[in-house]
């Protein structure tokens, strides 16, 4: 896929009533997303200012409470400073005493956690944060 | 209770939080991605996004909502009215994590919320109710049925609500037809296509009677509600008392509701719905198993408050009144201030609040979650808020009702102000005499008129 047909995508997408279209071609996998700013509120700001530029939020998919590890005296799955990949158990969000191992979408090394462990954390909050790697 | 979920958006959500603010209760509200800058969200102690704007996805999703109600320690759930309110497996839900649903029990909603089973159920307490066919399996007994009743009919979905999965059927050649567009509804609406038949019944006046029950077989009746002001079988504008019912015919629905209640050990409050005829005859309609739209015209006539009673009776508090004490003391009338313009062909609006004049004075009551800026969602309900008056008599409550009309300004979207200001200057319904098709028909006289 080239550039002009990318941007024939994009075209597209803006003149029909679709806000997200997600394409797999090969090794490419295209994600066009529309009027975010508008439509979804909890795409705010990053925290921590000029840091967060770049980053990637891995968000709660669900209302729950959050765990950074597998049991109390068990290690957390990940720190600040560690390297993800993509599909890797990144937290766990406890939901009517089921326990939801949570995933994160993109690979790159883990900047922040925000969520506190053992707290309720509702649909969408951004749980941590990933600068992506290729 | 010290921490209750209310399990709702918009006007019952504020008017929960209300409820339990005056207890000295914490409310947990919840949201979509949509109502983020809403007034519930604003005015409750703590607040949870549960999903994104579609309500299948966040006000319908009983795991996110029981998931939040845990992790943020409430001790009880208000669901207010639609969303879960009548949802026997969320109240079931709740039940198995300790949770109290602030309504009847699970299986009340089962048993009641199947329309043609209720009726079976309150004819057997000796309750009158509409002549009409058991669940339709066929083709034959749909026309064997027809025939025993007579035309014209309408055709009922068990599982129905708020006229969906309903049609009227005036003569024999439409009743296939709309049979199979009713079942179809029916399945998109609720999932279920088992229907019955009813005489249709012409003209009649809705009223319903408001209960109360506690947990040790009391029951008390809190008056009625005149509903007949209504279109496709949406209500409009409410009052209380009914300018036809008198003490006696007040004295003897009340008891028949509350017969109907005693005869499954209802809980919490109720309405059970009647359609009234001219002779003064009464046939149950249907039992909702949960508080009302209209429910603050009986406030105020009746000094009670229903939500923070539903509450203390979830709670397991005995009831607090006695039949003898609960007397009606003049008239109070609701218009449901809805977006959309009330005309033919019209549909709900969604856009801007650009501007808010909220009415006010003596017997004037705003239940309303807007405010200026608000933007209206097109996601969800075009119920936009509740005007309540309060009178002396039903003169007094029409005139404040029209200086308060004239107060409210909500500019920046339709509304169905205009079409209240009219009604109440309407000979039939200031003299009293009108009946369901009311609106209808004015709004043919109307669209005559230009």
Not at chain 2, 82 to 105: R, T
Not at chain 2, 186 to 192: E, S, Y
Not at chain 2, 353 to 375: I, K
Request: glycine share 10%; with cysteine; aromatic share 6%.
């Amino acid at each position: 896929m080239d550039f002009e047909q990318i941007k024939e995508l994009i075209m597209l997408v803006n003149s029909t009533e679709i806000t997200e279209l997600e394409l797999a071609q090969g090794g490419l996998r295209i994600r066009i997303r529309k009027g975010l700013q508008a439509q979804d509120p909890t795409a705010g700001p990053f925290p921590g200012g000029q840091d967060s530029v770049g980053l990637e939020a891995v968000r709660a998919p669900m209302v729950g409470t959050f765990y950074r590890s597998p049991g109390p005296d068990a290690p957390p799955f990940v720190r600040e400073g560690d390297v993800v990949v993509p599909g890797q158990v990144v937290c766990i969000i406890e939901a009517m005493k089921m326990m939801n191992e949570i995933e994160t979408e993109v690979g790159g090394v883990v900047r922040r956690i925000l969520a506190k462990d053992g707290e309720p954390v509702e649909y969408g909050q951004m749980l941590m944060l990933i600068e992506p790697r290729d | 209770m010290r921490r209750i979920l209310v399990a709702n958006r918009g006007e019952v959500a504020v008017r929960i939080i209300r409820a339990c603010r005056e207890l000295g209760i914490e409310t947990i509200a919840i949201y979509s991605e949509a109502d983020r800058s809403a007034l519930h969200v604003i005015w409750a102690d703590q607040a949870v996004c549960v999903g994104p704007p579609p309500s299948q996805q966040s006000y319908l999703n009983m795991q996110n909502i029981l998931a939040a109600a845990l992790a943020h320690g409430a001790e009880g759930i208000h669901p207010g009215y639609g969303y879960l309110s009548e949802n026997a497996l969320f109240a079931e839900m709740c039940a198995a994590h300790g949770l109290v649903f602030i309504g009847p029990e699970a299986r009340h909603l089962e048993l009641l919320g199947d329309k043609a089973q209720a009726k079976a159920v309150l004819r057997e307490a000796g309750v009158p109710v509409i002549p009409g066919s058991g669940v339709i399996r066929d083709h034959r007994e749909l026309s064997e049925a027809a025939d025993e009743l007579g035309y014209p009919l309408v055709i009922k979905s068990c599982a129905g609500g708020g006229g969906r999965g309903m049609r009227l059927v005036k003569e024999p050649g439409e009743l296939l037809s709309s049979f199979a567009a009713a079942r179809a509804e029916a399945l998109a609406f609720f999932g279920c296509d088992r229907c019955y038949l009813e005489k249709w019944l012409t003209p009649v006046r809705h009223i319903e009677i408001q209960l109360l029950a506690d947990h040790y077989g009391r029951v008390v009746h809190v008056g009625e509600r005149e509903c007949s002001l209504q279109r496709r079988q949406q209500k409009l504008l409410e009052e209380c008392p009914s300018p036809v019912v008198d003490a006696g015919l007040r004295a003897r629905l009340g008891a028949a509701a509350v017969r109907a209640a005693k005869a499954v050990n209802y809980r919490n409050a109720g309405t059970v719905e009647f359609l009234v005829d001219a002779a003064g005859d009464y046939y149950f309609l249907e039992m909702n198993t949960r508080l009302q739209v209209e429910h603050p015209v009986t406030e105020l006539v009746y000094g009670v408050d229903l939500v923070q009673e539903q509450i203390r009776l979830a709670a397991g508090e005995p009831l607090r009144y006695a039949q003898a004490e609960l007397k009606p003391r003049g008239h109070a009338i609701q218009c449901r201030i809805t977006a959309e313009a009330v005309r033919p062909g019209s549909h709900p609006f969604s856009g801007v609040v650009e501007r808010l004049l909220v009415p006010g004075g003596f017997g004037v009551r705003w239940d309303s979650h807007l405010y200026q800026g608000y933007a209206i969602s097109p996601f969800y309900d075009a119920l936009l808020g509740k005007l309540i008056v309060w009178g002396q008599t039903r003169e007094e409550a029409i005139r404040r009702l029209a200086r308060a009309l004239d107060e409210l300004v909500v500019e920046g979207i339709e509304t169905s102000i205009p079409f209240h200001r009219a009604v109440l200057r309407d000979q039939r319904f200031t003299s009293g005499c009108f009946s369901t098709d009311f609106v209808e028909q004015w709004l043919q006289e109307s669209e005559i008129v230009g």
